[in-house]
């Protein structure tokens, strides 16, 4: 009866494409993402942002964390969560899309619409969620511009969820040469519709370096690269 109440259950919440997800089982550990985090945001995102920090920490994968596209810092508190001791990197306009690559994904044929939700990014807000507000640089402007200076930095840790092309691009352009061996890239919305340019950015920048990467589960159905 249990059982068949639970898959009516499941049944009525994967129509509204929710799903119960099992917990990782068997870590030893109590989990390093607080549990409201987890049934709050994106349970498979966030939990694979926890298993990647073990896996760089028990390696000892050297770098700074960062996050391209970080708008109200929802998925940047976490990365300042589960790297205490590293430096976090927040680069975004902080006033939402920047025309020129709107334009640049309408040129390559997306409709991708802007979205005037991004346009009220605040410092301030994102920097009230951190835990550890001393680890963070905020980078404001337009990227790449705002990787200028920042050439001879390492990455343990990165996220990229800038929705367009151009971004996405030119953030694997700037970031993965430096991420360390061991590290990992996580890049969102690649398997999502109405972001077209974002499966398009990874799959030409993997294919012009003879790069692989994972395809997550996660509400974004984000790419993840490693190293
Ligand atoms: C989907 S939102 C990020 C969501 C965020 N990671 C979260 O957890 O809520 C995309 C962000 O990318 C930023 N962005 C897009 N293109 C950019 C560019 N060329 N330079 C800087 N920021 C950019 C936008 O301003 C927007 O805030």
Not at 107 to 127: C, E, P, W, Y
Not at 182 to 201: Q, T
């Amino acid at each position: 009866m249990k059982k068949f109440l639970m898959q009516q259950l499941e049944a009525a919440l994967l129509k509204r494409q929710k799903v119960i997800v099992r917990d990782i089982t068997g870590l030893g550990r109590e989990r390093r993402v607080p549990l409201e985090f987890l049934i709050k945001n994106d349970y498979i995102r966030t939990s694979a942002l926890e298993l990647a920090a073990q896996e760089i920490y028990e390696a000892g994968v050297q770098g700074a964390a960062a996050e391209l596209g970080v708008f109200t810092g929802d998925f940047a508190q976490y990365i300042n969560q589960v790297f205490p001791d590293r430096k976090l990197y927040l680069f975004d306009t902080f006033s939402g899309f920047d025309k020129r690559d709107l334009q640049a994904d309408h040129a390559r044929g997306h409709h991708t619409r802007d979205n005037q939700r991004f346009k009220t990014g605040s410092i301030d807000l994102v920097m009230s969620k951190m835990k550890h507000p001393a680890n963070c640089i905020v980078k404001a402007g337009y990227f790449p511009d705002t990787a200028e200076g920042l050439e001879d930095e390492r990455y343990c840790f990165v996220s990229i969820d800038a929705d367009l092309y151009n971004p996405i691009y030119e953030g694997l352009k700037y970031f993965y040469p430096r991420l360390s061996k061991g590290g990992y890239l996580f890049v969102h919305d690649y398997n999502r519709d109405i972001f077209k340019g974002a499966k398009e950015a990874v799959r030409q920048y993997c294919a012009e370096n003879g790069l692989t990467f994972f395809p997550l589960t996660d509400s974004g159905g984000s790419a993840v690269l490693t190293k």
